[in-house]
Every structure is written in structure tokens, then in C-alpha cells.
């Protein structure tokens, strides 16, 4: 799995990451928590008909937000997408 954790110096909201990736041309798919670390938000991005799904956690108590991608959901547009989400959240 590839994972990219972001620290903010200020919090974030949910629907602020859900802009930014709507912005990035990415289509949610999922919605939800992750029962093994709550409280959280836990989101699935699509690009398009492209393969692949980017994985996004926000974690309420510390504000992180952590961008993963399993290897069986690899696309290929994922990396960049991740760094350039981390630009922008920063």
C-alpha cells in the first residue's frame, strides 16, 4: 500500500477536502468511518472511468489526513493526484 500522511497547522473540514478533490476532477464513491481508528472520515475517489480508487482518511481528533492506495486498486494516476492534493491542503 502507498500512503501519504498530512498534517495541517489548522483544522479541515470534511466537505473541504471533498471540494478539493471534486476540484481535482475526482468522483466520490464512498463515504464512511473506519471502525479500527475512529473518529474519522473516510472517503473513496475515482477519476473518471480510469482504474483505481484513492483512499482518504481525515482524523478528527489530530486533524491528519492520511491519502492511501492499495496495490489491487492501482490506476496509475494516483501518486501524482496525492501530491498535488497535498499541496493544496498545506
Not at 481535482?24 to 472520515?41: D, R, V
Request: hydrophobic share 40%.
Amino acid at each position: 500500500m502507498v500512503q501519504l500522511s498530512i498534517y495541517l497547522a489548522k483544522p479541515v473540514l470534511p466537505v473541504q477536502i471533498e471540494d478539493h478533490c471534486a476540484k481535482a476532477g475526482l468522483t466520490l464513491t464512498m463515504q464512511g468511518s473506519l471502525k479500527s481508528i475512529a473518529p474519522n472520515t473516510h472517503w473513496h475517489f475515482k477519476k473518471g472511468k480510469q482504474k483505481g480508487v484513492l483512499e482518504i482518511t481525515l482524523m478528527h481528533q489530530t486533524g491528519e489526513i492520511i491519502l492511501s492506495v492499495h496495490q489491487n486498486r492501482r490506476g496509475g494516476w494516483e501518486d501524482e493526484m496525492m501530491r498535488s492534493l497535498q499541496a493544496q491542503l498545506v
